[in-house]
């Protein structure tokens, strides 16, 4: 659980019998926080909901006072919640989200889409690739085995200018 949502159900145990009586005046809330809460701009972020369920039961009385925009998260969302006392039913938007895909973590690094229509191309005439290109693609591959796909990761990677992996720190992975 990361320090946000300990702060939350820190909040909630110590005080706050409900979500509502910790967001109001904002006074709990920004205790929680180093950044400026204002009504009607702000976006509060509820990660690993799953650990505190009255939060997603009060989204829908926090979303009627209007004072801030909510986002939910938890890795564990659909597993966790099915027992739910009650949904949250209009104010709710599910969107399952998932690591980048090897694809997109090419267009991530600037691939130009007619490179990936060559490869494309290549894979389903089933004809060789340029060995130029093969290679930068490999580079790529073995640099998204040891960055990953989620979002953060692989903008830190661009940002940060990370070079890539050595040949020698390869790994083989040709007999798996």
């Known amino acids: 659980m990361e320090n946000g ?3 939350a159900k820190n909040m909630l145990e110590n005080g706050a019998k409900t979500v509502k009586n910790m967001l109001e005046n904002g ?3 920004s205790v929680a926080t180093d950044h400026e809460l204002v009504k009607g701009k702000t976006i509060i972020f509820f990660d690993e909901v799953q650990e505190f369920k009255d939060i997603v039961t009060a989204v829908k009385f926090l ?5 801030f925009k909510y986002v939910m998260s938890g890795s564990l969302l659909g597993v ?3 027992d739910l006392r009650s949904a949250p039913v209009g104010y709710l938007s599910i969107l399952k989200m998932f690591p980048m895909n090897f694809k997109e973590f090419l267009i991530a690094l600037k691939i130009k889409q007619s490179t990936l229509d060559y ?3 290549c894979y389903e005439q089933k004809k060789e690739v340029d060995s130029f290109i ?4 490999i580079d790529a591959f073995y640099t998204y ?3 990953g796909g989620m979002p953060r990761a692989v903008q830190t990677y661009i940002d940060e200018k990370a070079t890539p ?3 020698r720190a390869r790994i083989d992975l040709s007999g798996i």
């Not at 979303?63 to 004072?67: C, I, M, N, R």
């Not at 093969?134 to 693609?137: A, R, S, V």
Request: aromatic letters at 0%; glycine letters at 4%; a neutral charge.
């Open 5 to 7: 949502a300990k702060s």
């Open 27 to 29: 006074a709990r809330l």
């Open 63 to 67: 979303v009627e006072d209007g004072s």
């Open 134 to 137: 093969h290679e930068k693609i």
């Open 165 to 167: 992996i050595p040949q």
């Open 119 to 121: 490869l494309r191309d």
């Open 145 to 147: 085995l040891v960055v």
């Open 80 to 82: 966790e919640l099915r």
